[in-house]
């Protein structure tokens, strides 16, 4: 494959993640003078516009003219809900082209794992990848390449993976402005960020949902405000993860349920040394996990 600055690069859903997938791009890899370009595709023409107009994309297509732009991509990112993501492969198969590099960006990993095998011709190779960035509000408006600096992304390397896509992906992410990059099964990645990013949605969604007073947040001091900043939400999507990945985070609620009981009895029961013993133990495990880091590069 050329130098990553002489590549096509295609973008379906530049959303706030395919936008700022293909800021990142522009500013990083693809310089004044590069050989290489961004291509766009979007349901709605509005953030394809916007986009071309701040020179970050060098063509764009509707979803009826995408058929035309995946043969001149060399590596494609897929910005979709899971589920779209595997109907578009498979509507799409036929039309990429020979010896490209396609990967996702979605929160769950199972379900690729699975359905791959069985999707793609044998010329394309599908990497399995998950960039841990972002904001909370929606669309190409709010997307920016500064989302990834010293971020973590996340790749879940497969048997029928070339070595040198690999090796390609791990350059052009690192690139893009990650600081790590770590390699993981599907079902580890769905196990850990269950527990890492769902989980804490949920919880926050539920703290919200607790409160019988909307007013209450006069009286904030941050912490709620720290707590819940997560619960400004995409319901179609976190509703589509939450149930893409529904046995490992609902064993995470379970455990989760049973600290809450464990502190809630504590207080109840005014058992000041158990309840002193978890917040000590609390605080030292959160140190220790501020500490780990795996990196893969």
Request: charged share 20%; hydrophobic share 40%; glycine share 8%.
């Amino acid at each position: 494959m050329k130098a990553l600055n002489e590549l096509t690069y295609g973008i379906v859903g530049l959303g706030i993640m395919g936008g700022s997938i293909a800021k990142a791009i522009r500013q990083n890899i693809l310089s004044y003078g590069s050989k290489g370009q961004i291509l766009a595709c979007n349901r709605s023409t509005t953030c394809l516009s916007q986009a071309t107009s701040e020179g970050i994309v060098d063509g764009i297509y509707t979803s009826d003219e995408v058929q035309e732009m995946l043969p001149n991509c060399d590596v494609l990112f897929i910005c979709l809900y899971p589920h779209a993501t595997l109907d578009f492969i498979r509507d799409n198969k036929d039309f990429f082209k020979s010896g490209s590099i396609i990967t996702d960006i979605s929160g769950v990993k199972g379900i690729f794992e699975k359905a791959m095998p069985e999707i793609l011709r044998p010329d394309v190779d599908f990497i399995i990848g998950h960039p841990m960035a972002g904001g909370e509000k929606e669309g190409y408006a709010h997307s920016s390449a500064q989302f990834f600096v010293n971020h973590n992304y996340i790749l879940c390397p497969q048997e029928y993976n070339k070595p040198e896509n690999i090796s390609i992906m791990q350059n052009l992410i690192t690139l893009m402005g990650f600081t790590r990059i770590t390699e993981t099964t599907c079902d580890i990645h769905d196990y850990k960020i269950g527990f890492t990013s769902q989980l804490c949605h949920v919880i926050a969604s539920a703290l919200v949902e607790s409160a019988q007073d909307e007013g209450i947040t006069a009286f904030g001091g941050g912490s709620f405000e720290d707590l819940t900043r997560i619960a400004m939400i995409n319901a179609p999507l976190w509703t589509e993860l939450f149930i893409s990945n529904k046995e490992k985070l609902v064993s995470h609620i379970e455990n989760f349920e049973f600290m809450m009981d464990k502190f809630k009895t504590a207080i109840q029961t005014e058992d000041s040394s158990t309840l002193k013993a978890l917040l000590e133990d609390t605080r030292e495990k959160r140190m220790k996990m501020g500490s780990i880091r795996t990196v893969v590069k």
